[in-house]
Structure formats: C-alpha cells, structure tokens
C-alpha cells in the first residue's frame, strides 16, 4: 500500500529554519514530481515548491530564497528546508507526488501534513 509520510514540521520563531520531510513507501516504481503545498486557515491550498525527477524546480515566490527543496530518488524522499521563517508561513505543509508509478497503477498522492508554525 502507498503511503506519504511527513515529518519535520512544529514551531519556531520568526527568522527561524526547519526542515520537512517526506518518504514515499510501497512498490513504488517512479515518481515524476514531489512537492509541497500548505493551507493556512481560512485560506485556499497553494503550491510552495515542486521539484521533477530530473531536478526542474518551480517555487512560490512568497518562499523564493529562503525555502530550498530537494529530493533523493533512490530514498522517495523529498525535503523542503525553511529558513528566515516569517509568521506567514504558518500553515498544515502537505507532501505530494505527482503521476507517481506504483504496484497499483500510475497516480498522484497527498500526505496527511505536517503543522508549522511560526511565532512573531
């Protein structure tokens, strides 16, 4: 069974750094993207950063500069390290592949998300 399993999110001062992570596990063949989009409350999901296999990345621009993804193909795994962190940037990050090639077929998948928060 397919699973994405995050970690690395909780709470930090404004100016502060974190690092996400999330593995992807199961009979997993190939993952064309991993990235990560976050939902604040009352606010519509939006993509943070995403990144392909063979290393194109595209990021928000509220995040350029001070947010760097990265990812270990051999390992699933894709990383997001955050740093001067501002109180906007709280919000649930949640994992995400897309078009990913597993025992079951070729689809995207969503973690559960992982909370950071970000105090002033």
């Known amino acids: 069974q397919v699973h994405l399993e995050e970690s690395g999110g909780g709470l930090v001062q404004a100016g502060g750094s974190l690092r996400l992570s999330c593995a992807a596990s199961g009979t997993i063949f190939s993952i064309a993207v991993m990235g990560w989009y976050r939902q604040a409350p009352g606010k519509q999901r939006e993509l943070v950063a995403r990144?392909?296999?063979?290393?194109?990345?595209t990021y928000a621009d509220s995040v350029m500069g001070r947010f760097t993804i990265s990812r270990d193909n051999a390992r699933n795994t894709v990383y997001l390290q955050m740093t001067s962190l501002k109180p906007g940037d709280t919000a649930v990050y949640l994992c995400y592949t897309e078009r990913m090639a597993t025992s079951e077929g070729v689809s995207d998948y969503w973690g559960q998300g992982t909370q950071v928060t970000v105090s002033s």
């Open positions: 990144m392909t296999r063979d290393g194109r990345v």
